[in-house]
């Protein structure tokens, strides 16, 4: 189709399979097109978690524990966790007077390098945030690295990417948003690039991709997924479900992780978080920064 020729390709997995177009009806229609007419490049994909979490079943969401965490409270998670101190690292550097290119690309490179696991991603808004600021941060780099320099080939400079974060969901339809979102503010990203530098940038075809794992992430090896060498953050918003609340599923996974803890029984389900946490980055270097419920500092749980 000569129509169709004229897109460039973008991934062939990201559209690998086919799916069955919905039924609208007219109102369903008129909101679509209403949507559609929105700009929505300068909208953040972090919103879908809110979306996706307005449109569950509010049992569903209950007993999943699914909890929509606003950029708000993600910032106040990240900031402390790294992004302070990076920002810090690359402010002594821009007020250093010796080898100041050479500490730059350093820094750079260590920018590129960083790895970031979310094992309870939902529809990604941990690691959107995350990347987001990344991003904004070695935009900074790239602009006192070339110094009001022009460049023809800004790709060569643009090294942080969507590989970099990882993810674990066991919602299959929130894994999905979580992968195209991080595609999408990855997009956001490279338009502001273009738009500082005056050269179109774009990452078409999409070689690479997030690191999305659709599954149980109290029953799944994390080492599989990431190896612990090469990870440097744990962060997120994992599900807390009180031990009276608990379906028999979710209880049977808690007592697989808390088989080293006597009288685990009244542990908040976000618990088996921690305690994965706890044996993945023993012996690491590796900081983690999750969200809970302050019940796991109260009562029972506190005393076990």
């Known amino acids: 189709n000569e129509t169709l020729d ?21 109102e369903m229609r008129e909101l679509l097109l209403e949507s559609a007419s929105l700009d929505w490049g300068r909208i953040s994909p972090a919103v879908f978690g809110s979306l996706f979490q307005s449109v569950m079943d509010v049992e569903q969401r209950r007993t999943l ?17 790294f992004l302070d101190n990076l920002w810090d690292e690359f402010e002594k550097i821009q007020n250093t007077k010796t080898k100041k290119e050479e500490r730059l690309e350093k820094f750079h490179n260590k920018l590129a390098s960083l790895r970031f696991l979310d094992p309870a991603c939902g529809c990604g808004n941990f690691l959107i945030i995350s990347y987001r600021e990344i991003r904004l941060l070695e935009l900074a780099v790239i602009r006192e690295q070339l110094r009001g320099q022009m460049t023809l080939d800004i790709d060569l400079w643009v090294k942080v990417d969507v590989d970099q974060f990882y993810g674990i969901e066991i919602d299959e339809f929130a894994s ?48 599989s997924i990431v190896s612990r060498k090469e990870l ?4 997120g918003n994992p599900p807390f479900v009180g031990s009276s609340l608990m379906s028999k599923e979710q209880k049977e996974d808690l007592k697989k992780v808390t088989t080293v803890i006597p009288k685990a029984g009244s542990l908040d389900f976000v618990t088996g978080w921690y305690i994965k946490s706890a044996e993945y980055i023993r012996g690491t270097e590796i900081k983690v920064g999750l969200v809970s419920t302050n019940s796991v500092v109260q009562g029972e749980q506190a005393i076990l």
């Open 6 to 26: 004229k897109f460039p390709y973008i991934n062939g997995g990201l559209f690998a399979e086919r799916l069955s177009i919905a039924t609208f009806d007219y």
């Open 65 to 81: 524990g699914a909890h929509y965490t606003s950029e708000e409270n993600i910032l106040k998670v990240i900031k402390p966790l």
């Open 176 to 223: 999905q948003i979580a992968q195209v979102a991080l595609w999408l503010i990855d997009h956001q990203m490279n338009m502001k690039v273009s738009n500082e530098f005056g050269e179109y940038f774009v990452r078409l075809p999409l070689r690479k991709q997030p690191q999305i794992v659709h599954g149980n992430a109290l029953l799944l090896d994390w080492e």
């Open 232 to 235: 440097d953050y744990i962060l």
